[in-house]
């Protein structure tokens, strides 16, 4: 909490410090140094190369064995030191986010740990990492809701619906619970080829550090007619880090890749976001601006269960990312035009914002 400690009158220009938007822009700085200066020595030293799956394209196994990989330790690490240094730690809600982003960080070190030490792609098996990941999401949902007033607590809000609410303790327990484990593996999935899953985060990032604000302010919020949930504005500094930690990593995983980012980022940048969306209330608005990660989690759903029933499969390869490689597009199209897409799709989330 830097800002607290320089607050004093006195001190040239500290008052600029009492506005979020200054030190979210801060905390993106921050942590887009702190990015920079490190990953060098990072990629250079580091000796943690990630096994790639048999069962992709033949051309990874080719052209990206052998990359350091777990590039997502820098990102959570940046995000988090640059959010203590410039939010209030104070307020609950972004405590809360930045545990939940480092058990969810931990969650995927392990995963990636495992994977790097017997040198295969197997790491966690998928039902202990999904129940670790429950787990947390439940305990995160709890606490968060302990927070609310009565006016909101236990109720689910809906976009383009002003006045209607669902009020449910027990499925809005249920439900934030599947965002925020569904979010950490949709990024996990998109997570395939060099910069896909980044750019498309930082967007995500962007358009929920928005919302955050608006939410956060009494006035935004009653002309926009949303819920206002007082002190949540703090989390847009929490975005502001993600996005300067991802600018920073982009750098280095644009194609061809330095380095991958892992499950250690992936799942925790997932998992934020998540996060994030319950805390404001804006579930619905994470699927429509993070379109493009829901679209890779039903791609692998569909063939599976279709695969499982028919013994056909409906994509040439899941996830979809995949699918459109194997129809003969290059990764630098794939990724430009995922690229494309997510843009359209923020710009579509964000306008749900005025439509009541």
């Known amino acids: 909490m830097l800002y607290?400690?320089?607050?004093?009158?006195?001190?040239?220009?500290?008052?600029?410090?009492?506005y979020i938007t200054v030190r979210t822009a801060c905390a993106l700085f921050t942590a887009l140094t702190i990015s920079f200066l490190?990953?060098?020595?990072?990629?250079?030293?580091?000796?943690?190369s990630q096994p790639i799956r048999e069962?992709?394209?033949?051309?990874?196994?080719?052209?990206?064995?052998?990359?350091?990989?777990?590039?997502?330790?820098?990102?959570?690490?940046?995000?988090?030191?640059?959010?203590?240094?410039?939010?209030?730690?104070?307020?609950?809600?972004?405590?809360?986010?930045?545990l939940l982003t480092f058990c969810y960080c931990l969650i995927g070190f392990y995963d990636d740990f495992l994977k790097i030490r017997f040198q295969n792609s197997?790491?966690?098996?998928?039902?202990?990492?999904?129940?670790?990941?429950?787990?947390?999401?439940?305990?995160?949902?709890?606490?968060?809701?302990?927070?609310?007033?009565?006016?909101?607590?236990?109720r689910l809000t809906f976009p383009f619906l002003k006045n209607f609410t669902l009020h449910s303790p027990l499925f809005l327990m249920f439900f934030t619970t599947f965002v925020i484990v569904g979010s950490s593996n949709?990024?996990?999935?998109?997570?395939?080829?060099?910069?896909?899953?980044?750019?498309?985060?930082?967007?995500?990032?962007?358009?929920?550090?928005?919302?955050?604000?608006?939410?956060?302010?009494a006035v935004f919020a009653n002309y926009l007619q949303i819920t206002y949930i007082a002190s949540v504005g703090e989390l847009s500094i929490f975005c502001g880090a993600l996005i300067g930690a991802c600018l920073?990593?982009?750098?280095?995983?644009?194609?061809?890749?330095?380095?991958?980012?892992?499950?250690?980022?992936?799942?925790?940048?997932?998992?934020?976001?998540?996060?994030?969306?319950?805390i404001i209330k804006h579930e619905f608005v994470l699927a429509i601006v993070g379109g493009v990660f829901v679209c890779e989690a039903l791609s692998v759903m569909i063939q599976v269960i279709y695969f499982r029933y028919t013994g056909k499969r409906i994509f040439l390869m899941a996830p979809i990312h995949h699918?459109?490689?194997?129809?003969?597009?290059?990764?630098?199209?794939?990724?430009?035009?995922?690229?494309?897409?997510?843009?359209?799709?923020?710009?579509?989330?964000?306008?749900?914002?005025?439509?009541?």
């Not at 607290?4 to 009492?18: A, D, E, K, Q, S």
């Not at 052998?66 to 730690?89: N, Q």
């Open 4 to 18: 607290t400690l320089i607050l004093p009158n006195f001190i040239f220009g500290v008052n600029l410090l009492r």
């Open 38 to 48: 490190i990953y060098p020595y990072f990629i250079r030293y580091s000796k943690h």
């Open 323 to 356: 699918h459109f490689e194997k129809k003969g597009w290059t990764e630098p199209t794939v990724v430009i035009r995922f690229w494309i897409v997510s843009f359209l799709c923020a710009l579509i989330g964000l306008s749900t914002l005025k439509i009541r």
């Open 248 to 278: 920073g990593f982009l750098w280095y995983n644009a194609p061809p890749a330095m380095i991958f980012m892992g499950d250690t980022g992936s799942l925790a940048i997932g998992g934020a976001l998540g996060g994030i969306s319950v």
């Open 55 to 98: 069962i992709g394209p033949e051309s990874h196994i080719s052209k990206k064995s052998g990359t350091p990989t777990m590039g997502g330790v820098i990102i959570i690490a940046s995000t988090i030191i640059s959010t203590i240094l410039w939010g209030d730690i104070r307020n609950n809600y972004l405590f809360l986010l930045l």
């Open 186 to 217: 949709a990024v996990n999935l998109t997570d395939g080829l060099d910069g896909l899953a980044t750019f498309p985060s930082m967007l995500v990032t962007l358009s929920l550090g928005i919302v955050s604000y608006i939410v956060g302010h």
């Open 122 to 154: 197997n790491g966690i098996r998928g039902r202990k990492k999904l129940l670790l990941q429950i787990i947390v999401a439940v305990i995160f949902s709890y606490f968060i809701e302990l927070q609310r007033i009565p006016d909101i607590a236990g």
